[in-house]
């Protein structure tokens, strides 16, 4: 009987798991030794798997919940059409004017960003607001900027 030194056998293990003797499913292999100071001769089995089959249908979608709910928003976002000097332009309402003025390319001069100064007033439905406070009301809006 001819024995095969333990560096063969890894060798021969390794090279079979590169020519695709292991599938990744699920595979099994034999490991074979001779123990050189007695005449026994242990075999191994071993399998192996990559699939977690530990938790089984935790993560599987429970059908008797019913179909589930979008998580967003139900009628979507309150889009108003509002007009910028004129022309249309979509907004959503609370957005900032100076948000949608950008958007719609229109050039309004800010100073300070807070309100205090009145740079950026404008007219917005008649009435003078400041474009870095004012945000967009409900239903139609007019903007008309001094520019």
């Excluded at 595979?27 to 399998?47: D, G, K, V, W």
């Excluded at 945000?135 to 001094?146: D, M, Q």
Aim: hydrophobic share 35%; glycine share 8%; with cysteine.
């Amino acid at each position: 009987m001819t024995m095969i030194p333990s560096t063969k056998l890894l060798t021969i293990f390794a090279l079979s798991l590169l020519a695709g003797a292991y599938h990744s499913a699920c595979s099994a292999f034999t490991t074979t030794t001779h123990n050189a100071h007695s005449s026994r001769i242990t075999t191994t089995t071993t399998t192996t798997t990559t699939q977690l089959e530990i938790f089984g249908n935790a993560f599987a979608n429970d059908d008797s919940l019913g179909k589930r709910d979008n998580p967003g928003l139900k009628k979507g976002p309150n889009v108003n059409e509002i007009t910028v000097n004129g022309k249309p332009v979509k907004a959503v309402a609370g957005q900032k004017v100076s948000q949608v003025l950008a958007a719609a390319r229109v050039k309004m001069t800010y100073s300070c960003r807070k309100g205090n100064c009145g740079t950026c007033e404008m007219l917005m439905n008649g009435r003078v607001e400041k474009a870095c406070n004012a945000k967009i009301p409900k239903g139609k809006c007019a903007i008309n900027t001094y520019s």
